[in-house]
């Protein structure tokens, strides 16, 4: 029997009809397989027609996975108290004979596609699957890559339609020529919350021969929605095979004097500041979380992967984030997921008003004081706490930027992390080479709750991406330096630093700063101001920082705020530079030469400035050069 016949058996006549349309055996196949293995009780197969998608939301109320909240189009859903983050250590890259490679987490892939496929057996009995076709990129680009995803959670596959393009017509414009990604997760045993019950069996293993991702017993959307992260690992290793980058950066337009138009991209790992930095209100976002940057006669060329926004509600409050906050206020297609929700309405830390002290929330039933089995107090919401919602609903989003598939000019790159001590609020490279090096591959950021485990640890987060990784770094690394080579005109690459404190642990800025840097990062893409030569890169003067604090905060920005922050910090630096030689020479493996090379030069240019200037050096003793 032939896939397709086996697939009119499996599914009614109307869902055959739909698959049978799209002329591509590969699919047929992998459909076939997979849905005799699982035994779902029942198949829907998404078009792009708003009915399948329509029927889709129906179906996580219908099972319960989401509920209705006040607002119309709102819904709440939970995930397990135990599974509300990426779980890093049973999420695996499965390679051919399980070969070592340093910082990623790899398994021998026959082991694996074994334990996955047992684990899977019939996991969907009595449950429905959704069978949904996507893209990842503007449809019908250079930039699209087409996929297709099983799973039996209706909240996943809502979850979806609201981030990525609909892909349907694409498979079946693309027939035989499609070369598709595909995922099949299951969520497992649900508890009567609805939630995913068997966490110690929870797996995510990531085929990357077969550019398939298995994600089981699981529905936190990290683990689970296939076009975000799960996604991400496949398109690291063909941008790596390809030449070009795919990366964990916002995309946003910068609004430059006289209506130019300036377009950034930003690298800062999970909870740094990706979704906040492309939501500053007078600027224009395309994307917060995924961009694909290819290079097209000359020149780099970028675009949001997806179409939607699944962001942390934490903190978000009416004078930081007021558009987020007007569009979590209006009603909107919205899923609020792992919130405070009492009398219909949802309710998370630190919104900016007063939550009510009882109601249901990631712990179930929740009143003030509530304490988990490990005796913490469990808060209103959890740190990890999102909302899921398309970008079209954005006043401030660039539309024309999100559609266009042709993607837009990146003009600056930007590499951020979460530090304490070490690097100032904003600097520019001296080059493409020297802004890859010494900001993206030498990132550190301390760990956050976007991930199972510790939070605050320093860790080593290359361009942010450490995570997700699924090629040799080394190899990572090489196409980043040789990407530079094929371009005419290399985007500038800065560094920023949001999270600077001083010696009682104070923030040392603001969080709306970040917008004063913005500004300053684009008059620097054409050349508009001077700076400050440092040992480590440009840095912004005085003048020029107090007259866009003014321009663009209606703030005064004082002398001593200037040099507190912009001290050139000579043992840190150094110190860091130590750790991240030593971590590439031996940890990390074979590394392009000019990697040590360039921290080399830098370490030079420090010790040759201590010297001078002493350990802390004001950044006014640099101008006076
Ligand atoms: N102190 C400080 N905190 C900030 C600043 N910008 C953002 N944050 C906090 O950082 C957290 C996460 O920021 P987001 O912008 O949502 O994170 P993201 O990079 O989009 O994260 P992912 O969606 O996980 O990839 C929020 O709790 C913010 O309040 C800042 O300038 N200063
Ligand atoms: O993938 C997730 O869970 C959400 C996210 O953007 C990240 O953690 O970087
Ligand atoms: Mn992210």
Redesign the pocket.
């Known amino acids: 029997m032939n896939a397709l016949e086996k697939l009119e058996k499996l599914l009614d006549g109307e869902q055959f009809e739909k698959i049978k349309a799209l002329n591509n055996p590969e699919l047929h196949e992998f459909l076939a397989e997979w849905i005799e293995w699982l035994e779902p009780d029942k198949v829907f197969v998404c078009t792009d027609s708003p009915e399948d998608e329509a029927y889709v939301k129906w179906k996580a109320l219908y099972y319960g996975e989401e509920k209705m909240l006040e607002t119309p189009n709102h819904t709440v859903h939970y995930d397990n108290y135990y599974d509300q983050a990426r779980d890093k250590a049973n999420t695996k890259l499965l390679v051919p004979g399980g070969k070592e490679i340093p910082f990623l987490n790899t398994k021998d892939r026959d082991e694996g596609l074994k334990e996955i496929r047992e684990l899977m057996k019939g996991v969907m009995r009595g449950k429905e699957l959704f069978v949904c076709f996507f893209a990842l990129g503007p449809r019908n680009s250079v930039f699209t890559i087409p996929a297709v995803q099983l799973t039996d959670s209706a909240y996943v596959a809502h979850s979806e339609f609201i981030l990525y393009r609909k892909g349907y017509e694409e498979f079946r414009r693309l027939g035989m020529g499609a070369k598709f990604f595909k995922f099949v997760h299951s969520a497992g045993e649900l508890d009567e919350r609805k939630t995913s019950k068997n966490l110690g069996e929870r797996r995510i293993y990531i085929d990357l021969l077969d550019e398939t991702v298995y994600s089981v017993n699981t529905q936190y959307g990290g683990n689970t929605i296939g076009l975000k992260k799960l996604a991400f690992r496949l398109t690291i290793q063909r941008a790596v095979r390809e030449g070009w980058l795919s990366e964990?950066m916002?995309l946003m337009r910068v609004n430059g004097p006289n209506g130019r138009k300036t377009y950034f991209t930003g690298a800062?790992?999970?909870?740094?500041?990706?979704?906040?930095?492309?939501?500053i209100s007078w600027e224009n976002i395309v994307g917060?979380?995924l961009s694909f940057i290819v290079p097209v006669n000359g020149v780099a060329r970028g675009a949001n992967v997806e179409k939607g926004v699944?962001?942390?509600i934490?903190?978000v409050n009416p004078e930081?984030d007021p558009i987020i906050w007007e569009i979590l206020h209006s009603p909107v297609e919205i899923i609020f997921s792992n919130v405070l929700v009492k009398d219909g309405k949802p309710y998370w830390n630190?919104m900016g008003i007063e939550i009510p002290d009882e109601g249901e929330n990631h712990s179930g039933k929740w009143w003030r004081g509530k304490k988990d089995a490990e005796g913490n107090e469990i808060p209103p919401s959890h740190k990890n706490a999102?909302f899921t919602v398309s970008l079209e609903h954005f006043p401030n989003v660039d539309l024309e930027a999100l559609e266009n598939p042709c993607g837009v000019e990146v003009g600056g790159m930007i590499f951020g992390g979460r530090d304490k001590d070490t690097w100032p609020p904003v600097r520019e490279a001296f080059s493409w080479e020297h802004g890859v090096i010494t900001m993206g591959a030498s990132l550190e950021s301390e760990t956050?709750a976007?991930t199972l485990g510790k939070e605050g640890v320093r860790a080593f987060n290359p361009m942010a991406i450490l995570d997700f990784m699924s090629v040799p770094l080394g190899d990572y690394i090489r196409n980043y330096l040789e990407f530079g080579e094929k371009l005419s005109k290399a985007p500038k690459i800065f560094a920023v630093n949001?999270?600077l404190r001083d010696e009682n642990g104070n923030?040392l800025?603001?969080?709306?700063?970040?917008g004063v840097w913005l500004k300053w990062m684009e008059l620097r893409v054409h050349g508009d101001v001077g700076a400050i030569e440092t040992p480590i890169g440009y840095i912004p003067k005085y003048e020029d920082l107090k007259r866009l604090f003014k321009e663009v905060l209606d703030k005064e920005y004082t002398r001593e705020a200037y040099e507190k922050q912009f001290t050139i910090r000579v043992p840190e630096l150094l110190a860091k530079i130590e750790r991240i030689e030593k971590i590439y020479r031996e940890k990390v493996g074979e590394v392009p030469e000019e990697l040590f090379q360039v921290l080399e030069e830098e370490r030079k240019r420090l010790l040759e400035a201590r010297e001078r200037y002493g350990d802390y050096i004001s950044p006014f003793a640099l101008e006076g050069e």
Do not use: V
């Open positions: 964990h916002f800062y790992p999970s909870m740094c500041g990706k979704t906040s930095t492309a939501m917060d979380d699944f962001g942390i934490q903190g930081d630190e999102r956050t976007a949001y999270f923030w800025n603001h969080k709306l700063d970040k």
